[in-house]
């Protein structure tokens, strides 16, 4: 799944491959940013040049020691992510508790989930932290992305100080935002108390709960995806810049008619990225709402307003062990991520074709 | 260059082969094959069992190797992990009191404790905890570690200045009923406007259903839980929330609100002391232990069970019973705050001290008796994923102000739902 979202830039491939020059220099047309897709294709051509007719089956005698390197990935990768993916498929239509009998119960278990409102509340849930998060972020990252690449002094400081929240543990973090939007005791109620304004109750109001994991994604991603803008944009020639100041152009035009629509794929890219980690919020919302009370584990805190689809998934998994019944949410949420990433992709398609 | 490549690459080959057979050697020399080996695993979790004892149990059967392993995380999930293959599996497992009724219908993955001789030590624990862990044929498959009885924790200090009684004889007199426990709320937010009686009502729902014979499902595999014992329990949870003495803490905040004395009772198990004394330390000698209105309940309690894979179950029984006797079970409730489930062990002296914590009340007149007075009620096998739509809704009243009327419809609707889900008629 998480190929997909990689080979975005890749439909671009083909063509550009035949725009680029023999000597691998960028075409002409830098519309589609400069050239890396060219030198990727390259290999492939190199091959492609010693006989496609010789057949598979010598290139794999001939390349064994590089299949051989790539080998423990995949002998892991089957092992720890496909057998369990392709299990869990088998399980949607199963009724399991973790240890006694499998039992088949054919689609039953996704019509309990079509009839189950608390599956579709997580699914709302989901929904709108993913907006709430994903919005503000890709905005601010890309300000941030331009402010940086504007300076000329610490910039390696900025580079770092914007990377580091990403490799953050994210337990940790979370339990720190818990406890400065807490109700009574946090920071940012008592600062609001301080100056004389009525506290928020942050982690008990089912918007306030979705705003505050939201926040804690957004602080958490933004710079993250600002040092991938800041990257596209130091890709852009400088003597665009330059025409269009000579042109008489200020620095808003300039950021509206020259950064974003060379930055285009890379802002494709990271939307593409952001709704398939946004999507899957996860440990924000356990880790905020405790998951040791026995009475009521992992139920995404007061009214279920954080309970996003992953969580109610794990719940059930593994605090009510229905096992079948976990597999058929898992995988009708792969579904509606699957459909928000083909629409993501439709637009780029669409957009990218224009003349 | 290309010769080094091809060694490198051979060294690499057979550095994995070698990895892979001494794996495989490291797996066939822990299997063990017949029903007589002296090596067992334990697994428990932090807290779960007196390391203490569990230390002496090693040095007490000299000619046993007991491996002991303190499992943290989800215990559950490991468990049922650990018990898809009879290597991986333990030998002597702890299960907690949570879990143990969805362990039920599969109890032919365990060993029945009363065929290795549990039905002659039965007398001396409590009935109504061996119930919990027996089976409808009536297989026992596990030992009672632990047992919570619950009891209200009551601010003397707090109750003081509300005008309330403060001797915890008085107080169980005058909070004899749930009504009662609210009045006195009602005067104590009154008097002191900072407190309020209770955490949440979620609290006093899980002691009304503990009090009562009946859950949410009933022996023939019937959802009870619309009927009228749920929804006395219900309205009853309700009450202080309508009458303004719930500070409705659902989340961590409860630490610092028992240290301000934003709460000034706490209904819980007798483990519960033990949260109090980790939030608040500082509120040391305020606080007292009094009877549970309306009736005694329980919270919680584990067992330690054998699986079926078990290496020797002479031995692991040997083990447990050992572990569990009165003497050391009076140790686990020093060392871990785990209440026995011997009523034998209530007449020790680590049992009939008085504890400084609670102003030197000797807390085991409140919890000794209400302990062997638990009723005996039938726990399905789907009943915590059941209840935990109730207890969804009750947090709803509190944070969003939902119509308790509308919650409680949606609650009996839903799980009804999580119960058809789970196989329940």
Redesign the interface.
Known sequence: MSSSPVAGPAPTGPSSGAMTGPSGQPAPDRRRGPGRTGRRFRPVSAGGRNGPQRGARRGIARYW?QY?AVTPYYLIFSVFMLFPMLYTVYLAFQ?W????EIQFVGLQ?FR?LW????FWLSIRNTLVIWVLSTVPMLFMALVMAVLVNSTRRFTGFYRVALFIPSITSLVAIAIFF?AVF????GLINAVLKALHLSAVPW????WTIKLVIAALMTWQWTGYNAIIYLAGLQAIPSELYEAARMDGAGPVRIFFSITIPLLRPIILFTVVISTVTGLQSFTEPQVM??SDA???PN?G?????GLTTLLYFYNQA?????FG?AAAIVWSFFLLILILVIVNWRLVQHKERRP | MDLS?RRF?EAAVLAAATAGATAACGGGAESTGGKDSKNLKLWYWAGGLSDKVVADAKKHFSGTTLKASVIGG?F??KL?TG??TAQTAPDITGI???DIA??L??AN?FLDLNSLGMDKLAPDYLSWKLKQATTQDGKLIGFPIDIGPCAVYYREDIFDKAGLPTDPVKVSAQLSTWDAYFDAGVQLHRKVPKSFLINNI?AVF?MAIGQGTRRFIDEDNTFIGDQDHIRQAWTTAVKPYTLGIDA?I????WN??VAKG?VATGLGAAWYALDIQNAAPGTKGKWRVASLPSGPSN??GSFLCLPATCANPELAFDIVKWMLSPENQARGFTDAALFPTSPAAYELPALTGGDAFFGGQKTIEIFGPAAEKIPAAYEAPAD??V??AY??EL??I???G?DPETAWK?AVS?AK??A????VK
């Open positions: 020691p051989l009724r508790d973790g240890i006694g278990q309990f009839d189950d409102p608390v818990a807490s109700n009574d005791f982690m008990s109001n089912e709402f405790g026995s009475t009521n139920s805190g007061p009214g279920r307003a593994f605090d009510n062990n229905d019944y | 490549r690459l989800d559950k999930t049922l018990m898809k907690k009191g949570e969805s362990f219908p599969n993955r979620g899980s409705k659902n989340d961590n905040t610092a609100a934003t919270l919680g915590a994923a209840s935990v207890f969804n947090t709803s509190e944070a969003k939902k949606d839903q739902q999580v058809q889900r789970q196989g």
